[in-house]
């Protein structure tokens, strides 16, 4: 049975929700594409660049863990391995926009930490700021999300009309149940291994959300 979530309306300001949705992206129907930040506690930012097609600014060893973590199908992690190339982490946020944004909302994440899942607060490490656009036809498989995520948080920004997250009861897919599309709606949880869910587009527009995360350098067993 799924925890306790938070479904919270208009979230990001004008300017942030703007500044996301302007993103160009070159997402192919079939993909999806991930501009990456993580800002760490001692003010550090890292920037990254991964996509279905093998693109990446990681390594072969960073993608099999992202496999790992995430609970992927290993056909999925084995294609992305086949596929990967090499690309530098640019990204279109620029460190002042990425710290703006964190500095903006990281107490409100921090609360909605204290009021879901008390206990992983001690462990927080960083945030992890992720702008992904899922082509148009792209189905992202049923998963319960890494262990190491203490709090997610999807974002959803654009079009107007899209499909949202569809949770289960388990990880056959029994009784799904969809946290319903509206642009600036974000969709808050925290991760146990009975948060199974998957994401889709609606076969006629690309998927542009903001998955934002609180991370621990420690795996959750529930």
Known sequence: MWPRYVVSDNFLNKKHFDSIKNIEFDTKSNDWDIYKHKIYNDGKIEI?????????????????????????????????????????????????????????????????????????????????????NNGKNHIFPIHSDSRDKLLSVVIYIAPEMNEGTTLYEDKSGKNPKQIEWVPNR?????????????????????????????????YWKK
């Open 48 to 132: 990254g660049f991964q996509s279905s097609t093998g693109v990446s600014s990681y390594t072969a060893k960073d993608i099999r863990g992202y496999g790992a973590k995430n609970r992927l199908p290993k056909e999925v992690t084995e294609k992305m391995l086949r596929q990967h190339q090499h690309k530098e982490g640019n990204s279109p946020l620029s460190e002042e926009d990425i710290r703006d944004i964190h500095n903006t909302y990281h107490d409100q994440m921090i609360n909605w930490l204290k009021e879901l899942a008390p206990e992983k607060l001690k462990y927080y490490w960083y945030t992890e700021l992720n702008v992904v």
């Open 186 to 218: 974000a969709f808050v949880f925290s991760r146990n291994d009975n948060t199974w869910h998957s994401y889709r587009a609606d076969g006629k527009n690309n998927r542009l959300t903001l998955v934002y995360n609180l991370r621990s350098d420690k």
